[in-house]
């Protein structure tokens, strides 16, 4: 499976993102999805992640009420939606899938089997 996140940009503090992964190559119905996040110097972070059926997910307390991550099986789609940008969500997103079984450990990189090109975001203040 080949993922790759899209919809990055610039845009000012306060305004609004919505990243999408698409797949090739395979379904992503049979996977957990996440979304993280690197910025220049730090370590790659979680941000989202949702559940093979979409039933569930989980968010990073610094995103929480602000990002909304959701998929369209029909369309083998994930996105992330992004409100209320503040100039720290400023990154390198990448999408991964995860074939584990349920959510445990989710946030954790090493859950996830493939990985996406990512998509530069920029919040300017």
């Known amino acids: 499976v080949q993922l790759q996140a899209s919809g990055g940009g610039l845009v000012q503090a306060g305004g609004s993102l919505r990243l999408s992964c698409a797949a090739s190559?395979?379904?992503?119905?049979?996977?957990?999805m996440g979304w993280f996040r690197q910025s220049l110097g730090k370590e790659r972070e979680f941000v989202a992640a949702i559940s093979r059926s979409g039933s569930s997910t989980v968010y990073a307390d610094s995103v929480k009420g602000r990002f909304t991550i959701f998929r369209d099986l029909a369309k083998n789609m994930v996105y992330l939606e992004m409100n209320s940008l503040i100039p720290e969500d400023t990154a390198v997103y990448y999408c991964?899938?995860?074939?584990?079984?349920?959510?445990?450990?989710?946030?954790?990189?090493?859950?996830?089997?493939?990985w996406g090109r990512g998509t530069q975001v920029t919040v300017s203040s």
């Open positions: 190559g395979g379904t992503l119905s049979n996977s957990n």
């Open positions: 991964a899938a995860s074939g584990s079984w349920g959510l445990t450990g989710i946030r954790t990189a090493t859950r996830y089997d493939y």
